[in-house]
C-alpha cells in the first residue's frame, strides 16, 4: 500500500476507538500498557503576544503543539484526535475527521489550521468563503516532521521565537531521552503491529511506519524496519516468521479490538513467534503512540523501561 492511502485509513479507524479508550483506559492499565497519565509535555513560555488571535486547530497534533508552545488559551477549537488532558475543555469542531463549517464560524477564528488530511474540502471552501484565514501546515511521521511542523506553526501564527524556543528543548530532551546502544547488554527485536479487528486491518510495521523512530531511541531494533521496505504491510504468517519478534508493540485500542493478548495471539503466526510463546506485548494509548511532539521524549523514556522489564 502507498504510504499516503494507508496513513489515511489509519487516520479513519482510530478515531472510534479513541472514543472507546477515552471510556476504558483505566481498565486497560497494566505494567505493560504506557496511558496519556504516564507521559509528561516539554513546553516553554510564550515570547511573542497573541491577544485577541482566536485559533482553530484542525490539522492532526497541531493544538498541543500550540499550547506547549504557551499559547493554549488561544484555541477556541480543535479536533478530536487532540486529547491531552489541558485540551479537554476546549470544544470539539468536528464530527469524526469531518469538519462542521458552521460549529467553526460560530466560534469567530482568527485563523484555522489544517493539513492534507483536514476535509471534506467543501468545508474548507465554506471556511474561506467566509472570510476565515487558512493555513495549510505538513503532516507528522515522525520526531523531524513534528520539529518541521512546528516551524511552519510559528510562521502561522507570527511565533517564531516561541516555536523554535519548543523546538530547542525537544530537541534537547529527546536526545537526552534516547538510550546509548553500547550500554545495552542485550536488543531486543520488537515488531509494530496495527490492529484494527472491527474493521480487519492487521497491517505489521515497516521503515517509516514512526514506531520505528521510538524502537531505535529506546535501543532496541525494529525488526520490521529492518527487513520491510514499506511503512506497514499486511500481517501474514509467513511475515511474522521472517520477523520473529522477541517483543510485539500495539496501540492499547488495537489490543482491545482483537481480543487482548488472547486474541492477538490467534492471528496468523503469532503464536509462533518468541513473542507469542512468551505473550511479551507493550501496549501504548492510541492518541500518543504516534502523536510526535511535545509527549514524544517522555514517551521514549518510558517505552526504553517497558522494553527493558520484557529483557
Request: hydrophobic letters at 40%; aromatic letters at 4%.
Amino acid at each position: 500500500m502507498r504510504r499516503a492511502q494507508i496513513m489515511k485509513v489509519i487516520a479513519l479507524t482510530l478515531v472510534p476507538i479513541l472514543l472507546l479508550t477515552a471510556c476504558t483506559q483505566k481498565k486497560t492499565k497494566s505494567e505493560n500498557s504506557i496511558t496519556q497519565a504516564d507521559v509528561t509535555s516539554v513546553s516553554v513560555l510564550p515570547i511573542e503576544d497573541l491577544t485577541g488571535a482566536r485559533i482553530v486547530t484542525l490539522a492532526n497534533g497541531a493544538a498541543e503543539l500550540i499550547a506547549d508552545m504557551g499559547y493554549r488559551k488561544n484555541i477556541v477549537g480543535r479536533d478530536i484526535a487532540s486529547t491531552t488532558n489541558e485540551l479537554k475543555k476546549i470544544p470539539i469542531v468536528t464530527s469524526g475527521h469531518q469538519v462542521i463549517p458552521e460549529t467553526i464560524i460560530a466560534l469567530k477564528p482568527t485563523v484555522v489550521i489544517i493539513d492534507d488530511a483536514t476535509g471534506p474540502s467543501s468545508a474548507i471552501t465554506k471556511l474561506r468563503t467566509a472570510g476565515i484565514r487558512i493555513v495549510s501546515i505538513s503532516q507528522s511521521w515522525n520526531f523531524n516532521d513534528s520539529i518541521k511542523k512546528l516551524g511552519e506553526i510559528g510562521a502561522a501564527l507570527q511565533t517564531p521565537k516561541s516555536a523554535n524556543s519548543l523546538q530547542l528543548r525537544l530537541s534537547i530532551s529527546t536526545a537526552e531521552n534516547q538510550v546509548n546502544t553500547t550500554s545495552q547488554s542485550k536488543k531486543l527485536k520488537v515488531a509494530f503491529l496495527y490492529l484494527r479487528g472491527t474493521s480487519a486491518i492487521y497491517l505489521v510495521g515497516g521503515k517509516g511506519s514512526g514506531a520505528d523512530f521510538l524502537i531505535d531511541a529506546t535501543g532496541n531494533t525494529d525488526v520490521g524496519a529492518q527487513i520491510l521496505d514499506q511503512p506497514f504491510t499486511p500481517l501474514t504468517a509467513e511475515t511474522m516468521a521472517q520477523l520473529n519478534p522477541d517483543l510485539i508493540l500495539v496501540m492499547i485500542g488495537g489490543l482491545e479490538s482483537v481480543g487482548g493478548v488472547s486474541g492477538l495471539v490467534e492471528l496468523p503466526g503469532i503464536a509462533q513467534t518468541t513473542a507469542g510463546k512468551n505473550r511479551q506485548v507493550v501496549a501504548v494509548d492510541d492518541s500518543l503512540l504516534l502523536s510526535f511532539g511535545p509527549r514524544t521524549p517522555s514517551l521514549i523514556s518510558k517505552l526504553a523501561a517497558a522494553f527493558g522489564s520484557a529483557k
